[in-house]
Each structure stands twice: as C-alpha cells, then as structure tokens.
C-alpha cells in the first residue's frame, strides 16, 4: 500500500514508520506543523510543535530513506483542538485534546487529504492494535498496558480504522527503543511527550487562567453556604482537595473535595468524599469503533482516563446516549471526560461523559 | 525517469567546473602568501577574476568575492547604507530574502526607514512610483535595491530605468538569477553594485560576487585580513572562485535553447491544465523559469505528489520549520493567500531536455486532480 506516516519528531513514530517500510508499504513522511508559529505552544525538546522536533522527524525519515514533507495543520489544529479544549474548560467540563486531536486531525484532516491525494491510509506510532475479524477490521489494546493508548483512539470511525495502521502494538515500550536504537535513530533516547504539547510549561492551570481569565467567585457546600472564593472555576479539576483555601472546617470535620464546576455561576461546589461517588455514566456524542450496540445492556469495561483501570460494567446505548453502569462506584469524574467501552481489549466505542449518577 | 526542475534553486555543476574545482583542491598555497605556491594559487584566482568580470560586464578590480549571493546582497545593502548619511531605503516589493532581510533588520536596528516599490500583475515595478519617490524624497535616500529578475517568476527589471531615475544615489541590483541567462552587462547597467552566485551558473556551493564600483568603498562586513579591498576578508576560496569562473565563462548555457523548451512546457500546460496560468507571462521573462498558479490546488501538496512522480519543481518560500508561506512576491503580484499559495515555480537548466519537459507535463493532469480533492477537505 501507499501510505502516510505522521512522524511527530519521536521515537514511536519513526520506528512505525520503519516497520511500514519493511512490511512492503510505500511509506512518505509527513510532519504536522500544528502551530502558525512553531515555537508558540512549546519550546524545548518534548511535544509535537517545535522546529527541533520536525528536524528530529526529518533526520529519522532520512535515516529510514523516505521522503519526508512538512503539512501545515496549523489552523486545522487551532480551531479543532486547542479551541474546542478552551471552550469545553469555560463550558466547566474537563476535555482531553489528544483524543480531539485524532479524532479531527490525524485521522480525519491527514487521512482524508492522504486519501484525496491517492495514498491509502496513515501509519502512526500509537501504541494499539487493529484485527480484521468476522465484524471487519477492529480497534485493540496494545500489549503493553502501560503505554496502550487504545483510549485516546476510541474517537476513530471504522472507517478511519480502516485506513490507519498500527504498527507498534504488539511491542512494549522498552523493546521500541532498542529497536530504534538498532536502527540508527538517532530519537531513540528522545524522552516521552506527556503534558499537552500546546501547553508549554505544563502548567495547565496557568495556561487557562491566561487565556479564560482569572474571575474570583464563590465556592460552596452542597447547602448553597459560601464558604471560600477561587481564582477562576475552571482551574479546579472534580475531586481536587488540596489548594481549595478553605478555613471554615466541615461540620463533621472531614476533608472537602470539588464535587462540581459551575461556568455559569463562576461557582465551585464542595463536600464529602462520598458524595464525589459515582456508578452511572452516561455520555453523548458517542461514536463507535465497530459495530453499534444497542439498548440490551451487555457485560464490559469501562475506561474513563487515558491511562485509567478498566472497570467493570455493563454497557448499553439508550438511543441518545452511551451508558455504562458499573459494578463499584467509581469517585471524581468529570462530564466532558471521554467514556470508552471494551468488549475485552476490543474498542467498542466512546462517548463524551455529560451525566453521572 | 526523474525530472529536475528546480534550476533555480540550484542546477547541476558543470564538468569544466568540477574539473577546474578537483586540480585546484590538489594544489597548496595561500592566495595570499607570497612564495610561489601562493603566487600561483594567486594567479589561478586573478585569472578566475578576470573571467568573471569578462563575464559580466565589469573591471576585474570591481569583482569581490564572497561566500554567497546571500553574502553579496548583505554586503552591498548594509554597506551603502552605513556609507550614507541618509536613513530612508528603497527597494523593489519582490526582492529576495537576501535584500529584504538586511534592509528589514537595519530598519529595526539602525534607525533606518523602508520604502517598497510596488510592481504591476505582471510583476514588473512601478517606475511611476520611483519616479514620483525620487522627486519628493530623492535628498534622504541611501540606496535604491531593485533585482535584476526576480527568483520565483523570472520577471526581468528595467534596471537601466532605475539608474536613470536614482541619478547620483546608489542603486544596487541582485543579478543572481540573471547571470549567464540574459544579457547582463554591469557597466552598461551603470549599477553602483551588482551581486552574483556561482551555484546558479553551474558552479559550485559556498561562493559569490559582489560587483562593486571601483574605488567605491563601502564599510566592511567581515573584519580580518583585508583580502578583497578591505570590504571582504577571509582566505580566498580558491578553488571554489575558479570553478565559478570556468561555469561562467563557458557559455554551455543555451538560452535560446531553454527558451524554446520553456515555450513548450507552457503550451503543454495550456491544453493539460487548461485552468492554470502563468504568472508574468506578459512580461519579459528570463528563457528557463515558469511560474505557475493552478487554481483550486495547495502547492506544497502537488510539490509531494510531483515528487512521487519524481518530477521536482518548487513551491517557493517556506518558513524555518519547513511550513509552506504564500510567496511575498506573488501577493505583491495582485494574488490573495489562497491563490499565492496555489503556485509552483517550474526552473528550466542547461541540460534539460524535450523529454524532461514532456514527463512533467504528462504527470501533470493526475497531479492536478488529486491536488484538487486533497484540497476539497
């Protein structure tokens, strides 16, 4: 096959995109310059936007013996990503932009362009699998547990699965940098990109309040009692307790914990760690990896943070929306969370957590 | 078959000057010392001098070698204007990064002030304007900069024009894509100074001229031992110079020749891509450089889908990080960004071909629609 491999500059990457060249494919390296002006969201060897990481991704193709090309996503990336993570936190929801980022930009923007262009898919350096089974070609856990990063692809249609390529799944981190170690590239000892690439210190809360503004409002018991103010709503994260400022304690004496963000109000509701306790989740906007599922509930996981224990469940679609009830309450969730269900390590599909009970 | 057409970016070197290159790299001695290894090399250099003037129009003392075209057009920008006592700059709106940047930076750094000529659709600047400039401001001008032919569309300047309207301020020209493409005589020009890059002529990387009025000084950008009239130093690159005078002297460029193939590739486009123009085709043209918008399209995605057909042409300007930036040149053209953006530069060169010329067109059609789809999303 023609494809595209997205090199970000790391080490992943670079070595899907080798392996893509020994499997037979005809492999052209793309880049994706994701800011107007590359060191605006980061400067420093880590993430995805900075002049050195795309001459770290050109040195890698050179090594590999590709051809390598430079695509300005920029602004594809501005108003799918960034923009949408500014209004979900001013919305008072807790977004996670890597899975925006794939979902609009890796395998929407480059796959369509790569397809236009007569390429058939887009290889990538994520950690999952795909199978091609009786029910088509599914999305899968990688082997490797700590890395997998099946939850951050539950936004692909099988459409774009289809057309992507995971070529790292079967493989544990550690044995990739060996690889590219054998390999010559020269990324292989480039540390991992944790943070938001376009949050430059990592500083998310910072980042925030320099673009939402820093408003003081009230933060309240669950009677309505003001009893502390914030800096901004958005800055707090559910079942945040350190950093809350409160000097009127409980009546009970018990530690508080952010139960809730009102954007509205600029209000921050507190209260016992009980109440933070969860078992329904219920998400919009669902999209499915597979075949759709519908109100019959079936057995499950339930995955709620990128790198997060799958939980028990059963899951089912109401019609609207993705619900899974789970077996043990499960504390601190945030609507605007993704939700994604497994049918073992298979991707079921995911959904945008709006309620919770 | 592969096809190259980027000549103007860089074209292959000649044999004459590979030759000329490897037997001076043999040879020891210091242009400027003074025993006979380094009176020879001298002479190698002298009599690589005296091509080169013969070349283009001018005393053998008057060509200053440098590292670069690059090079050339600093040291005459900051140089002429450091010399002056005037504080406003004028400059064609089309000039090459190696201009522009200079007189961008004595702008922001040494209280300088920065006029651009505009240039018509065809890309030609607008004499009216200078004219009229002159007239008004001529007293607090420091130099004029206007190219010889513009670098991604070929558009010939009227230079002579220039001189005559600037009368006794300096005026200098960037003659690098000119040189060996067109008539280019520096003193029927009557330039103050000219500035001309070897590896565009079929010459080797890392050398250049500044063509410079003799006993016109101008304040030095490098500071060491003086070699080119004190407004140059560093040890002359030898080999390198005479490799350049060998490309340039040895008329192995056909302009007619390249003209004639140019000619081709552009009624070629006509009926292949029947939505595409040529941008200046009205104006007088250098023979090899064909300028193309293709509407609908995004360059840098037919520059990956040319070169998978291994048809290399360029998109023009593209920022340090690789990002493809709508050409400054284009838009002064009268192009909005999405079309500046829609264009790729053909370069045509001594050694292309009819088939070179044929390839390109004949991959083409599919290019254009894929480029088309790619840009529908």
Partial sequence: MKIIAAMSGGVDSAVAAARAVEAGHEVIGVHLALASNPQKYRSGARGCCTIEDSHDARRAADKIGIPFYIWDMAEEFHEGVVENFLAEYAAGRTPNPCLRCNEKIKFAAVLDRAKAMGFDGVVTGHYARTQIGPIGKTLHRAVDPLKDQSYVLAVLTTEQINGAIFPLGDTEKVDIRIEAEARGLAVAQKPDSHDICFVPSGDNAGWLRDRLGSEVGPIVDNTGNKIGEHKGAYTYTIGQRKGLGLTIPAADGSPRFVLKIEPVTNTVVVGAREELAVSKLMGEKTIWCGPPVDEKPRRGFAQVRAHGAALDCSYYFSGTQLVAELDKPLLGIANGQALVIYDGDRVVGSATICESA | ?377
């Avoid at chain 2, 006509?270 to 995004?298: C, E, H, M, W």
């Fill in chain 2, 1 to 377: 078959m592969s096809v190259y057409l980027d000549h103007a970016a860089t074209t292959p070197i000649f044999d004459v000057a590979v030759k000329a290159m490897t037997d001076a790299l043999t040879k020891v001695g210091n242009p400027s010392s003074l025993h006979t290894e380094g009176r020879s090399t001298r002479k190698d250099v002298e009599d690589a001098r005296d091509l080169i003037a013969k070349a283009v129009g001018c005393l053998a003392s008057e060509v200053i070698f440098t590292g670069s075209g690059t090079e050339a057009d600093n040291a005459a920008i900051k140089g002429l204007f450091w010399k002056s006592d005037k504080k406003l700059i004028v400059i064609s709106a089309i000039e090459h990064h190696a201009v522009l940047d200079p007189a961008r930076w004595l702008v922001e750094h040494e209280g300088a002030e920065l006029i651009e000529i505009p240039v018509n659709k065809n890309g030609v600047i607008d004499l009216d304007y200078l004219k009229d400039l002159v007239a008004k401001r001529g007293f607090e001008i420091a130099l004029i900069s206007v190219m010889h032919s513009n670098n991604e569309t070929g558009v010939i300047q009227p230079i002579a024009e220039v001189v005559k309207i600037a009368g006794s301020i300096p005026v200098h020209t960037d003659a690098v894509q000119s040189f060996t493409k067109t008539p280019l005589s520096y003193k029927d020009l009557g330039v103050t100074s000219m500035a001309l890059s070897a590896h565009k002529v079929g010459g080797p990387h890392g050398i250049g001229a500044l063509i410079l009025q003799r006993a016109y000084e101008i304040p030095a950008l490098l500071h060491g031992g003086g070699q080119e009239r004190e407004i140059r130093s560093g040890t002359l690159n030898a080999p390198a110079i005479v490799a350049f005078a060998a490309a340039a002297a040895s008329k192995i460029y056909e302009a007619s020749k390249v003209q004639e193939l140019r000619e081709r590739f552009e009624a070629g486009l006509r009926s292949s891509a029947p939505s595409a123009y040529i941008n200046g085709v009205d104006a007088k043209r250098l023979p090899g450089i064909s300028n193309v918008t293709f509407p609908g399209t995004q360059s840098d995605s037919l520059l990956l889908l040319m070169d998978s057909e291994k048809v290399s042409c360029s998109t023009g300007a593209a920022c340090s990080a690789g990002v493809h930036r709508p050409s400054h040149v284009l838009l002064a053209m009268g192009h909005n960004e999405i079309s500046a953006q829609s264009s790729l530069r053909f370069s045509l060169g001594a050694n292309s071909t009819q088939a070179d010329v044929d390839f390109a067109l004949s991959v083409l059609p599919t290019v254009i629609e894929r480029g088309r789809a790619a840009n529908q999303i």
